[in-house]
């Protein structure tokens, strides 16, 4: 368990209209990271961060805004959601366990729904 | 361009026997490699990780063979259980990459 933690779990919301995920984790990670999964697609990378204010984009990013103004959030919006931003959004950290690999521990998930 | 495929969609094996799952690559830059589980209505699970200068590594029931002549790997697990149904990501990473790749993922389902 890696302490992550999102919010919220899920939601149910209309096209058009902002959204805002939450990532929280507990353990003073520097790197935190965006993704979504959608059948046949796998996880795919939306944005990620490198330590407060510091972002970068990933994979999908169009359609997606993200802030880290404090090391233990790191927030995802959609500024306009759209129907094909319906998926599970995960969030994720980076450690450096035994043998000293970059590891990716995720957290439970947001499911969102865009009608 | 996928840089981690995942070339099976579904895998069924029966409980007791080997699950084999297989991940090939293109990029020659990836330093290491991670499988990961994942349940329905959860976040993936980090089960075992190989470095590109490993042939092998073995966690219990899981051992992941790295082939980089190949550029294949994959997941044996023996015996397999029945909690091991899920979806199996295999990803790819580099150390002067933040990022790691995933591929799509194959659905194992364990037969009773």
């Known amino acids: 368990d890696a302490g992550i933690t999102q919010s919220p779990r899920h939601k149910v919301t209309e096209t058009g209209t902002p959204v805002t995920l939450r990532c929280h984790q507990t353990e003073n990670h520097r790197y935190m990271y965006w993704y979504r999964q959608d059948p046949g697609h796998g996880l795919r990378l939306i944005h990620y961060s490198y330590g407060v204010k510091d972002t970068d984009k990933g994979e999908v990013s169009d359609g997606y805004s993200v802030s880290r103004s404090k090391t233990e959030d790191f927030l995802l919006t959609l500024e306009s959601a759209t129907s094909s931003q319906t998926s599970v959004y995960f969030c994720?950290?980076?450690?450096?366990?035994?043998?000293?690999?970059?590891?990716?521990?995720f957290g439970p998930g947001t499911r969102l729904t865009v009608l | 361009d996928q840089q981690v495929k995942q070339n099976s969609p579904s895998l069924s094996v029966q409980e007791g026997r080997i699950s084999i799952l297989n991940c090939d690559y293109t990029?020659?830059?990836?330093?290491?490699f991670l499988w990961y589980k994942k349940y329905p209505a959860e976040g993936p699970t980090f089960l075992i990780s190989?470095?590109?200068?490993?042939d092998k590594n073995e966690d219990g029931r899981f051992t992941v063979f790295l082939n980089k002549s190949a550029k294949h790997l994959s997941l044996h697990i023996v015996p397999s259980q029945p909690g091991d149904s899920a979806v199996y990501f295999c990803a790819g990473g580099g150390n002067r990459d933040d990022k790691i790749i995933f591929g799509k993922g194959t659905r194992l389902h364990i037969l009773p």
């Open positions: 990029n020659s830059m990836f330093d290491y």
């Open positions: 190989i470095s590109s200068i490993k």
């Open positions: 994720a950290i980076k450690e450096r366990p035994p043998p000293y690999t970059d590891t990716q521990y």
